[in-house]
C-alpha cells in the first residue's frame, strides 16, 4: 500500500512563495509518475504538475507554468512543488497524487492510483 503526506501549506501573500513537499512510504517511487492536483474552494479538482518517472520530464498547466516548478527526490520518495510569484486564485487545497500507469494521461486525475490527504495553501491579496 503506497502512501503519501504532503505538507508545506500555508498562508502566504500574494507574490510570495511556497515550497509544498509530497512523502511516499510502501514503495519506491522512481518508477511512479507524480502529479500535484489543486481544489479551489468551490470548484472541480484541476491538474497543477508532473513528473514523469522516466526521463524526468515535467509538465504543467498553463496556469503555473513559468511560476510554480515540480522536481523530485527518489532518495527519499519525496516530490516538491516550488511555487513563486503566487496569486490569489492559487488559493486551494493541494493534493500529490502517483501512478505506475506510464502511458494514462498525467493531466487527469483518474490517472492516478494513490493520494494524499492535502494541504492547504491560502494566498492573500
Known amino acids: 500500500q503506497v502512501q503519501l503526506v504532503e505538507s508545506g501549506g500555508g498562508l502566504v501573500q500574494a507574490g510570495g512563495s511556497l515550497r509544498l513537499s509530497c512523502v511516499g512510504s510502501g514503495r519506491t517511487f522512481s518508477r511512479y509518475t507524480m502529479g500535484w492536483f489543486r481544489q479551489p474552494p468551490g470548484k472541480e479538482r484541476e491538474f497543477v504538475a508532473a513528473?514523469?518517472?522516466?526521463?524526468?520530464?515535467?509538465y504543467y498547466a498553463d496556469s503555473v507554468k513559468g511560476r510554480f516548478t515540480i522536481s523530485r527526490d527518489s532518495t527519499k520518495n519525496t516530490v516538491y512543488l516550488q511555487m513563486n510569484s503566487l496569486k490569489h486564485e492559487d488559493t486551494a487545497v493541494y493534493y500529490c497524487a502517483a501512478t505506475m500507469g506510464g502511458t494514462r494521461p498525467a493531466g487527469v486525475a483518474g490517472s492516478y492510483d494513490y493520494w494524499g490527504q492535502g494541504t492547504q495553501v491560502t494566498v492573500s491579496s
Open positions: 513528473s514523469w518517472w522516466s526521463g524526468g520530464s515535467t
